[in-house]
């Protein structure tokens, strides 16, 4: 079985991230490399996901361009 450097790395960032709630200069420079961070692992909150029902159900307007948002 193969196991991707990548990977391991990003299991031992996520678990010192869960410890401490912080990451090391070489961890932040890891996560930016690979467009990563621990909390992109995390569930979501359930006030959060209320949040996204209810913005769901809002009111919203059709436009065919940008230029019809800045008319007067």
Do not use: A
């Not at 790395?9 to 200069?25: C, N, P, S």
């Not at 930016?32 to 992109?40: L, N, R, S």
């Not at 959060?48 to 159900?57: A, V």
């Amino acid at each position: 079985m193969f196991i991707d450097r990548e990977e391991v790395l990003k299991k031992e960032i996520f678990k010192r991230y869960l410890l401490t709630g912080r990451l090391t200069d070489e961890d932040w420079e890891f996560c930016e490399k690979t467009d990563w961070h621990p909390v992109d692992e995390l569930p979501l909150n359930d006030g959060f996901i209320e949040q996204l029902k209810e913005t769901e159900n809002g009111r919203f307007i059709k436009v065919e361009s940008l230029d019809e948002l800045f008319e007067d």
